[in-house]
């Protein structure tokens, strides 16, 4: 079962745009990790934010975390064609096996 | 690059066959696991190995299997191969195997046909 759901599924916008994606989840959690994943290619790490953190920068990355919602948020800031991607969040909620949600489909047209 | 390697990249193979998918995690971690990708089914989470022992097992089917070597390299086992087996199979590596970062190899696509 799905632990992590993200809003939107797809999302397009135009570089230069910020593009902000949604995860809600549905128990505690230790950790929450945020993955991009190109198209059929491996998942790249982005963000580890722990249970006890609200909000995490990398870059132009920002992921927030409210536990009381359950939810966490990943924007990227001034986006890019590069940036074009599935971009999934996972919960730890049990030693470090993650569950995953559907993934958020990017398009960032040049 | 993650640092996890996996090996083969892409296999195609036969209903009723088995395979071997094998993964050398990222130097210095001890703990690796095992995840399937697949349209119906998303990103879950099979088995997971740490230091040689099995930590934690997911949605993992009886027919398939998996171990960690001393040299800390894993292999997953997938026999009796059903055309829903066809997925993306990921495996991945962390230092502790609790509560770290955990780092994905590129995947071995597998199709059953």
């Known amino acids: 079962s799905q632990q992590g759901e993200e809003d939107p599924q797809a999302l397009s916008i135009q570089e230069g745009e910020n593009a902000t994606m949604n995860c809600s989840y549905k128990?505690?959690?230790?950790?929450l990790q945020w993955y991009r994943q190109n198209s059929g290619r491996g998942l790249v790490h982005l963000i580890l934010?722990?249970?006890?953190?609200r909000e995490k920068h990398s870059g132009r990355l920002r992921v927030t975390l409210d536990t009381s919602k359950k939810s966490s948020s990943l924007l990227i800031t001034a986006s890019r064609a590069a940036d074009t991607a599935s971009y999934f969040c996972?919960?730890?909620?049990?030693?470090?096996?993650?569950?995953f949600g559907g993934g958020t489909r990017l398009m960032v047209k040049p | 690059d993650s640092g996890v390697t996996q090996t083969p990249k892409h296999l195609i193979t036969a209903t009723g066959q088995r395979v071997t998918l094998r993964c050398s995690p990222r130097?210095?971690?001890?703990?690796v696991y095992w995840y399937q990708q697949s349209l119906d089914q998303g990103l879950q989470f099979l088995i997971q190995?740490?230091?040689?022992?099995?930590?934690a097992k997911g949605n993992i089917l009886e027919r398939f299997s998996a171990q960690q070597f001393p040299d800390l390299h894993s292999e997953l086992n997938l026999s009796s191969l059903e055309l829903g087996d066809s997925a993306l199979y990921f495996c991945?590596?962390?230092?502790?195997?609790?509560?770290?970062?955990?780092?994905f190899g590129e995947g071995s696509w597998l199709t059953v046909v």
């Open positions: 996972a919960t730890d909620n049990a030693g470090n096996m993650l569950t």
């Open positions: 934010i722990r249970s006890n953190e």
């Open positions: 130097s210095g971690d001890l703990s």
């Open positions: 128990t505690s959690i230790n950790n």
């Open positions: 991945a590596s962390s230092v502790r195997g609790d509560q770290d970062t955990i780092y």
């Open positions: 190995y740490y230091n040689g022992e099995e930590r």
